[in-house]
């Protein structure tokens, strides 16, 4: 198998996008002023980053046998992913993420079936996928036991790891940190990641300091009005985008730009400030669906 760039592990799914000038109250209406239907998904969403910003890239995640997961990888190879190793399990319907932007501020309904999760031995069965890629991005929102498997196999063909995330399974943190090069998570995942609270910017540094001593070469973690990205011997503080149209895609613009600097060998402060720049250009506009061919 030709070597890629980029595998991206995690969710594949479509993105319903709603703006309003408000949320109704119960019982009420409000039209919508904005309407979009997109490829979405965290996986898809920083697979779709990394091909706008140069990388060669493929997935690997489930949808549905229905019309909607027929929709979404029609788009993905629109956008020049691989999408050979997407499973169509039969059976489920295709993730329906909506996401309703109203007054300024926007909330998530997520409809993902279990069927549409990553097992052990739809791992298995993308090993070659897997251990033929330079980088492999592992969303951590995908059960446990999947991820560490496609991190190991991942590590086992040679690749750089980047997590992204916390595991719904605590137990398998530490397992998962020592595949990795390196860990980008939000805040709440943060704490998550460290089982403590962090109110203040010099205590997510000291957090990804601690991180940076079970495994990852890098860590970065969402902070109070900004990110916190270390390295051995260094540290930057990126400022959150002021006046976002709408954080949904945020993360995953930032996993792509990090991964894909990574991949052309951009120093560490340089990929974090690229990172912080394909957040910035995604959350002025609605939804998740990155647009980085500018960045």
Known sequence: MTRLDVVVVGQVGRDLVLQADAVPPAGGSEPVRVRRELLGGKGANQAVGMAQLGARVALLGVVGDDAAGSAVLDQARADGIDVTHVLRRAGAATALLVDVVAGGERRLLEDVPPGTLLTVADVSGAAQLLKAAAYVAVQLQQPADAALAAARTAVDGGARVVLDGAPQDSGATQALL??????????????????????????????????????????????????????????????????????????????????????????????????????????????????????
């Open 178 to 295: 020592a595949t990795a090069y390196a860990v980008r998570a939000d805040a709440s995942e943060a704490q998550e990641l460290t089982g403590r609270e962090l109110p203040e910017v010099g205590d997510v540094l000291a957090a990804a300091r601690e991180l940076l001593g079970r495994g990852p070469r890098l860590c970065a973690l969402g902070a109070p009005g900004g990110d916190v990205v270390a390295w051995p011997g260094g540290h930057v503080v990126l400022p959150h985008a002021e006046h976002p149209a709408d954080t949904t895609g945020g993360g995953d613009a930032f996993v792509a730009g990090l991964t894909v600097a990574l991949l052309r060998g951009r120093p560490e402060e340089e990929a974090a400030q690229l990172a912080a720049a394909a957040t910035a250009s995604t959350v002025k506009r609605l939804g998740g669906r990155p647009a980085l061919g500018n960045v």
